[in-house]
């Protein structure tokens, strides 16, 4: 019923930036945390960012002052900004959100198809 579309990945030079985007692409009753996870060739996942339904914001240590995760609720989507990139940012980047899908049901966890940043010189 729900499925999360990401876009915006690619590849950059250290130094440069790529902004990340997750949408919804099925009317739901509510969104609460959305976040992103990243896995790196040989690498657990790992988890990057997550924003709530108040706007509140975390961060692993690893992207802190570099990314800036948001949300436009209006279009049930979160954003990635990721500036000052490093070659160990390269991962495959996946969106998660958490969804009610209707009233009376439980939330659900749904997750992106992933979408790869390479950085690299």
């Known amino acids: 019923q729900v499925q999360l579309v990401q876009s915006g990945g690619g590849l950059v030079q250290p130094g440069g930036s790529l902004r990340l985007s997750c949408a919804a692409s099925?009317?739901?009753?509510?969104?609460?945390?959305m976040g992103w996870h990243r896995q790196a060739p040989g690498k657990q996942r790992e988890w990057v960012a997550l924003?709530?339904?108040?706007?509140?914001?975390n961060y692993a240590d690893s992207v802190k002052g570099r990314f800036i995760i948001s949300r436009d609720n209006a279009k049930n989507t979160v954003y990635l900004q990721m500036n000052s990139l490093q070659p160990e940012d390269t991962a495959v980047y996946y969106c998660?959100?958490?969804?009610?899908?209707?009233?009376?049901?439980?939330?659900?966890?749904?997750w992106g198809q992933g979408t790869q940043v390479t950085v690299s010189s």
């Open positions: 924003i709530t339904s108040s706007g509140m914001t």
């Open positions: 998660n959100a958490q969804v009610v899908v209707s009233y009376g049901t439980p939330s659900t966890n749904y």
């Open positions: 099925a009317t739901i009753f509510n969104i609460y945390t």
